[in-house]
């Protein structure tokens, strides 16, 4: 059996990359996410690296969260490849949909760490995906918002058949795709068919930086399933 890591935002095209990994017959290993400099949130998604570890833990997939600044982002990446390679690791599943550039980006470092890349979501319809993702049984929320596209009340809103709805109503006046495959907005995975453990959010706070709203999730249970 392959044995990959997947590339871990904590969101929903990220977990189901991973989901659509395992019956596929990968091993996931780990799950890897960068983390800014000073250790306080994620490159991708901006949450807390506490909260990506209770997601880890609820899976049961060991977290692997490796520092990086914007500048030395690829560098640390790519070191953060090569040792997975050392440990045995010879692929990485990542949740892009249709972004070509990032998936140059992607084949580029797992290149250099000779890591093949594996992407089960390529390609297909985003709002296949969304589905797919919802009739299994995945729950996710909201938790980044750009605020032009979609306004602070949009955070904490679960993820379901009623969002598409909105969602389509909200595209013929904005330029949103249903993944939200261009940072329109992001999302945190809380159960589904991936979890041991499903997550309960007790405490969180609005914040609005960098021209986004973030749902900062301040505490959390893990409850049986």
């Not at 095209?13 to 994620?42: E, H, P, Q, W």
């Not at 977290?63 to 440990?87: G, I, P, S, W």
Request: glycine share 8%.
């Amino acid at each position: 059996m392959n044995q990959v890591f997947t590339s871990w935002s904590g969101g929903k095209d990220s977990c189901f990359a991973c989901y659509r990994a395992t019956i596929n017959g990968l091993k996931v290993r780990y799950l890897a996410n960068m983390i800014t400099d000073d250790g306080k949130r994620s490159w991708s998604h901006g949450q807390s690296p506490e909260l990506l570890q209770v997601q880890s833990q609820a899976i049961g997939i060991p977290l692997v969260q490796h520092q990086a600044t914007r500048d030395n982002y690829e560098a640390e990446f790519k070191n953060m490849l090569r040792t997975f390679k050392q440990e045995g690791i010879d692929g990485g599943v990542f949740g892009d949909i249709d972004f070509n550039e990032h998936r140059q980006w992607i084949e580029r470092v797992c290149q250099a760490a000779d890591i093949t890349p594996h992407l089960p979501l390529w390609g297909e319809s985003q709002e296949k995906i969304l589905r797919d993702f919802i009739n299994l049984g995945f729950e996710t929320i909201i938790v980044v918002t750009k605020s032009d596209l979609l306004g602070e009340e949009w955070l904490g809103r679960k993820v379901d058949l009623d969002f598409l709805k909105h969602l389509d109503e909200l595209r013929e006046t904005k330029d949103i795709t249903p993944c939200g495959e261009s940072g329109e907005y992001h999302t945190f995975v809380t159960d589904g068919p991936l979890f041991k453990q499903r997550i309960e959010i007790l405490k969180t706070r609005k914040v609005f930086r960098d021209e986004h709203w973030f749902l900062e999730i301040l505490d959390t249970d893990l409850r049986a399933k």
